[in-house]
């Protein structure tokens, strides 16, 4: 397919949001035959914002889109920070004939301390040369606190697209719901049901499975890294299938602490979270489950 050629018939677009739930979804949408999800999640190819701190303004690179993809039915593109993009719903506009775009909105705050904690643990945000460790700091930085810009985003992809080409959900929609959530997405995407496998203590991108390696740890990994791929690439799609990390043995790793938003947190982002979320409410009728008294 030509760089200068339209994708017809339907593409699903998981847009967002980071920390939302969108790991298990897109995990769990992947069991199903008839939909193609991207190989890996998250192909950012589309977008200029690449993850939390890549950005690039080169356009994309459509050949290397569809390799992506490798196998039948609806084909879903589950790069999450899409939607914080101001370039991303032109460019979808552009290339495709029915886009449609799935988003899950999780209470803004927790989110954005999920996702700070996030980079901290993950050493991002050392590896990118910004100073992180304190919230207020980090806040303070647009490269964090866009994800979250829920209205505003929102506001640029109704400019390119009607509304009733989003699917919106809360993300505790994920965990009460779930059923019901995927069985209303195969309506939307118009495709038959199918019975699911429904686990949510799998296929998720939650703090607790963020464990620092120890130095034993760190050994393993790098004996393992010296084995010839076509014999340590059946393991690890096996591993993969079932969701098993090795590195989560107490042994080759040590659990972080769970941490939540405090007090604190919400003062910090009260005024611009609740003008996004006041925004996107108005845009979309979205009905946001009390998070703003959770700021008060």
Not at 120 to 134: F, H, I, P, Q, R
Not at 171 to 180: G, N, Q
């Amino acid at each position: 397919m030509g760089d200068s050629e339209r994708v017809s018939g339907t593409h699903a677009f998981l847009i967002g949001t980071p920390k939302s739930g969108t790991t298990w979804l897109a995990a769990t949408l992947s069991q199903n035959p008839n939909i193609c999800v991207s190989n890996p999640k998250e192909p950012n190819i589309i977008a200029t914002h690449k993850g939390t701190f890549s950005r690039s303004v080169e356009e994309p690179d459509w050949e290397l889109y569809e390799s992506f993809f490798d196998g039948g039915g609806i084909r879903l593109d589950a790069s999450i920070h899409a939607f914080s993009c101001p370039e991303a719903p032109g460019r979808i506009s552009d290339r495709f004939d029915d886009p449609r775009f799935v988003l899950s909105f999780r209470e803004p705050v927790s989110r954005i301390f999920s996702h700070w904690r996030m980079v901290l643990d993950s050493g991002e945000a050392k590896k990118n040369g910004v100073d992180w460790s304190e919230f207020e700091s980090a806040w303070e930085d647009e490269r964090l606190r866009c994800d979250s810009r829920y209205g505003s985003s929102m506001e640029r992809w109704l400019q390119k697209f009607p509304l009733d080409r989003f699917y919106i959900i809360d993300s505790s929609d994920l965990r009460t719901r779930p059923a019901e959530v995927l069985e209303e997405l195969e309506q939307f995407l118009g495709l038959p049901q199918h019975d699911y496998n429904i686990d949510m203590s799998r296929n998720s991108n939650s703090a607790s499975r963020r464990r620092p390696m120890s130095a034993i740890g760190k050994a393993v990994r790098l004996v393992f890294s010296l084995v010839p791929q076509m014999i340590k690439g059946p393991v690890v799609r096996v591993l993969q299938k079932r969701d098993l990390n090795i590195y989560n043995a107490p042994i080759l790793s040590s659990a972080v602490p769970l941490l939540k938003a405090q007090e604190e947190h919400y003062r910090i982002c009260e005024k611009t979270v609740s003008e996004e979320v006041q925004l996107l409410s108005k845009l979309t009728g979205f009905e946001s489950k009390g998070w703003m008294e959770k700021q008060n």
